[in-house]
């Protein structure tokens, strides 16, 4: 069940992350996994829902949450519009899953580095802003993973290579989890890296002549 330009037209209003190639290579890792009518999934930081309603397709109990309204109400009319039941929760993850425990979680956080210390708390940059190494919110869906995952539960969660998709794997390692990078794809650099180039050069986040980012999947599974 890969994420095709022949899926279902998602709504997708201005300030909500649009499906793309994080999307694809996500739904592409979510195809491998065991879903059915038993499976509880999560996704945190849904958009538009698109890989949430993948999973939703196969019968599996899911639950979404975004931090943005706006994409928290896309992709509930996009669960309406396909027919999907999904249920779709506002604010932080952590907050609002406390106390259960999924099969899968599923995770395309913002993971673009950014000058700015502080994670914005309004715009569209909510989506890809992560702090000057990316990894503000990967390093706390890791932290929180444990907790999340039932025994046996995978986490699969995309970001880009100049996170450290090494860091990522060791950091998971660190608490218990069995962790890998299982896909990659290189994707040329959006508008974002394009503008940021200087300051990306200057941090040692990129090389000179660097024009591609390398986006990973991370599977990890608790044992």
Do not use: K
């Not at 931090?67 to 109400?73: I, T």
């Not at 992560?130 to 995309?158: F, K, S």
């Not at 970001?159 to 794997?169: D, F, L, N, R, Y």
Request: glycine share 8%; net charge positive.
């Amino acid at each position: 069940m890969i994420l095709t330009d022949t899926s279902p037209a998602l709504i997708a209003p201005p300030g909500v992350y649009r499906p793309q190639a994080d999307t694809l290579l996500l739904a592409d890792a979510l195809s491998h996994e065991r879903l059915g009518p038993d499976r509880e999934v999560l996704e945190i930081g849904t958009g538009t829902g698109a890989v949430a309603l993948r999973a939703a397709a196969t019968g599996a109990r899911v639950t979404a949450v975004d931090v943005s309204w706006q994409a928290v109400l896309a992709a509930r009319l996009n669960g309406f519009v396909q027919r999907r039941p999904l249920r779709v929760l506002h604010g932080d993850f952590a907050a609002r899953t406390r106390g259960r425990r999924f099969d899968l979680v599923l995770a395309n956080p913002p993971y673009v580095p950014s000058p700015d210390t502080r994670l914005p708390t309004r715009g569209p940059q909510r989506a890809w802003d992560a702090g000057p190494d990316g990894r503000r919110v990967i390093d706390r869906i890791c932290d929180t993973a444990p907790e999340l995952l039932r025994p046996g539960g995978v986490l699969l969660m995309v970001h880009s290579a100049m996170c450290g998709a090494q860091t990522t794997v060791e950091h998971l390692a660190r608490l218990g989890l069995s962790a890998r990078v299982t896909a990659r794809t290189s994707v040329p650099w959006g508008p974002v890296l394009r503008s940021r180039a200087r300051w990306l050069r200057e941090r040692g986040l990129v090389e000179d002549g660097d024009e591609r980012e390398e986006l990973v999947v991370i599977r990890a599974r608790h044992l």
